[in-house]
């Protein structure tokens, strides 16, 4: 701020210099630059040095009052890009409807609300995480079925994951808040849901789910539990807008964000090393205006499959 667009010129001619000295000196497979899209000095050096535009997070910032797009772009070695193809020409692989759905409608509670929940959807409800999930999901972990939404069986032991609870659950202004997903029928847990790296000056953060019980995904679960996720994310906490981050080979996720309203924003490519190559995550964002305009609307049996 106390130089202006000096600084901005600065960082811009940096940039230039550094990006292709990492990449095609030092070989470097990719070099990767995120910033606010109201830099519009440093963007232009990135296109004149051949850094390509990657994704496109909507409304991510606030400046003085001002939302402000979130841009991300790549540089990509030459070397690389003739032994893996080009990233940027890869279709992003689809399942699914690809349409919205409508919200589901806030559900009317009979009697009191499930211990200790915080939202109660139709089926599911949220609440806070607790030691004893740690055991259920640590044992459900190692009995994993699928391996295409991820590298592999994640294996945490549930000594691990308490010992985070602490740091997740004391903090005044926490980082991260992630709520149990349970089947109201029976007080089961299924998975979880929540928010990532929030960020309390700019109002944006990453949601995540996870269920950890193969046959409770792709029946709309995850979708009813998000959406009071999201209910809290914008009514509660006040965030202007949410982002995720979703692996190519991730469709059904993909898919479920498509169907909860997220748009896509997006790649972030050769992000992780997987099976002898560089893969990507396609990016979603969702404002709370487009969430609040969605309609509200009993899903029928064939909207939550
Ligand atoms: C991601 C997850 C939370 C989504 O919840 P869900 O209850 O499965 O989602 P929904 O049933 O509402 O929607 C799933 C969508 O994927 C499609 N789908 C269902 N099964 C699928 C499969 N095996 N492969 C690809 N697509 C599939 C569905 O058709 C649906 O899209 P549509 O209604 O537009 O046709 C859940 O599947 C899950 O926990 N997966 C494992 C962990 C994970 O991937 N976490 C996310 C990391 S980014």
Redesign the pocket.
Known sequence: ERFGDRALRWKAEALSLIVPWLVDERGRPSVKIELPADETTVVEALLTIGMQQSARIRQMLDHDGKRVDWLSFHYLNKAWLQALGDPFAIDIPR?????PRPVPPKATLDGDPPKNAVLVGKRVYLRPQEPEDFQIVASLARRET?TF??IGRYLPSSMAFTSRLDNQQKPTWPAVVWFAVCLRETDEIL?VVGLLNIDYQHRFAET????HRPE????????EAKHLLLEWTFEVLGLHMVQ????FS????A??L??QGYSEAGRMVWAYSHNGTLDSFVLFDLLATEWRAMPREEWSASA??
Do not use: C, H, L, P
């Not at 995540?208 to 269920?211: K, R």
């Not at 409770?216 to 979708?223: K, L, M, T, V, W």
């Open positions: 399942t699914g409807i690809g349409q699928e939404f991820d998975g995540g789910s996870f269920f409770f995904r792709g029946d709309g679960y995850g979708s995720s981050w979703v692996s991730n469709t059904r996720s898919a479920a498509r169907k939550m499959t």
